[in-house]
């Protein structure tokens, strides 16, 4: 799960700079473009850290940035939606995307507080 995962978040990172080489080079879309590309592949290296982790606490702390971070990633291709008139297919699908890596994360990291409340009963 953790490989397949590493390897998904990369793929979304990748598939978010891709979406990014086909907007027009303006300061505009430069500056979503940045953030889009910096949030995207943020999921993707936070998560990495997560699987790192030194405790549990540390894992449940990388994934909320990875949450924050994919969250970020919506947002951004939210925008584009609204002030693009081109992509709009590719940008719902990574929009997906986001939201079922956000889930995933999400529900992660309610498993890991629910194991740790019930090792501490």
């Known amino acids: 799960m953790k490989e397949a995962l590493k ?8 598939d978010c700079w891709n979406l990014c080489k086909k907007f027009p080079i303006s300061r505009e879309y430069n500056a979503y473009c940045s953030q889009l590309i910096r949030c995207s592949s943020s999921v993707g290296a ?3 850290a997560a699987c790192r982790a030194k405790s549990n606490a540390d894992f ?3 994934l909320k940035i ?18 693009s008139d081109k992509e709009h297919i590719e940008i719902k699908r990574l929009h997906k995307e986001g939201n079922e890596l956000l889930s995933i ?11 740790n409340h019930k090792s501490e009963s």
């Open 66 to 83: 990875v949450e924050e971070e994919a969250d970020e990633s919506m947002y951004f291709l939210e925008l584009f939606l609204e002030v």
């Open 105 to 115: 994360v999400v529900a992660s990291i309610k498993t890991m507080r629910n194991r």
């Open 7 to 14: 390897i998904r978040t990369r793929k979304y990172a990748a």
């Open 60 to 62: 449940i702390n990388k």
């Open 46 to 48: 936070n998560y990495r």
